[in-house]
């Protein structure tokens, strides 16, 4: 792969290249404003399969450089990497906001260094065959029925708040326990996505998921939220723990932006998406979630919302009982 790294410092970027030396399978170009990192970008579009960003620097902060790659369309789904260091914490929201894929932290170290570099590694080949199927299946080459996999989660490049999931789970990642407990997550699940899957083409199962996602977004829209595609059937949004969703009013507003189009839906031949959405999930006062739990859960909730809050009053049943 090749890597850009852009730092004002130029300590960091000798220990980002030796790094990348000893690692030994990809190449990386430095360069230490972002300005010219942005005109490298646009003058080459095809020279960086991925991004290693500052966040503080002069002229063009590392998260203004973020938002303008991903306004770059070869560069929409780039995975890009903030490099931070502690007291720019407060950046982070906003650098995952403009389309960040992860971050790591300075001073830098080799194991975590490894870590996100093999990350990123696995995200690329991903992207590449996407992008190969993608291209097959425009140009009408091959059998692509079941191109597109219901498992695997899309990445709609849209308007803001809407982020990649592994982008999502790195986020949570973020937040040590007190930023976790400060937000809530909540599923939004299609309830009929496989059968629209199995019956549409490759490409209108995608445009199909967008619809959903736009309606989820307009839906959101004044909520402070960021959201992602999960993959089969479920997104996912996050917000501050405070922000009070009424979710009958959201289902039916999502729903009734899509009944807009159903005679579009029924020219395919397809049924329109039906939404369900789930109660939000918050930190628990009986010990604390992880990130990827806490996503899970609010897929689940959107999933089986009568059967989660069956448990959910088992277990108050069970732990009054405890403490009676």
């Not at 999931?165 to 937000?183: I, K, V």
Request: a negative charge; proline letters at 5%.
């Amino acid at each position: 792969m090749r890597f850009l790294a852009v730092d004002d410092d130029p300590a960091i970027l000798e220990i980002i290249s030796d790094f990348m030396e000893r690692d030994g399978r990809h190449g990386v170009q430095t360069v230490s404003s972002a300005p010219e990192a942005l005109r490298m970008a646009q003058a080459n579009p095809l020279a960086f399969d991925a991004f290693l960003l500052d966040i503080q620097m002069p002229e063009m902060n590392g998260v203004e450089l973020c938002s303008a790659l991903r306004a770059l369309p070869p560069h929409r789904q780039t995975p890009i990497i903030m490099v931070t260091r502690l007291s720019e914490r407060n950046y982070i929201d906003d650098a995952f906001a403009a389309g960040a894929t992860d971050y790591i932290n300075k001073p830098l170290d080799p194991l975590e260094w490894k870590s996100r570099i093999n990350m990123v590694e696995r995200l690329h080949n991903e992207r590449q065959r996407s992008n190969a199927l993608a291209m097959q299946v425009q140009t009408g080459q091959g059998d692509f029925a079941h191109a597109v996999d219901f498992e695997t989660p899309i990445s709609f490049q849209m308007q803001g708040g809407v982020i990649e999931y592994l982008a999502l789970e790195n986020y949570l990642l973020t937040l040590d326990g007190r930023g976790l407990f400060s937000h809530a997550a909540m599923g939004i699940h299609v309830e009929n996505a496989l059968h629209i899957h199995n019956r549409a083409e490759p490409t209108v199962f995608i445009e199909t998921l967008g619809d959903v996602a736009a309606a989820i977004f307009e839906g959101l829209r004044t909520k402070n939220c960021l959201f992602s595609y999960a993959g089969n059937g479920d997104f996912v949004a996050v917000m501050p723990r405070q922000t009070a969703i009424d979710v009958e009013s959201l289902e039916f507003e999502i729903n009734n932006a899509l009944a807009e189009f159903e005679v579009v839906y029924a020219a395919d031949g397809l049924p329109t998406p039906r939404v369900r959405v789930g109660q939000q999930v918050r930190g628990s006062l009986f010990g604390s979630r992880k990130a990827t739990a806490i996503l899970n859960q609010a897929i689940t909730k959107a999933r089986f919302p009568s059967e989660q809050e069956k448990s959910e009053e088992t277990l108050a049943l069970q732990i009054r009982k405890m403490l009676a």
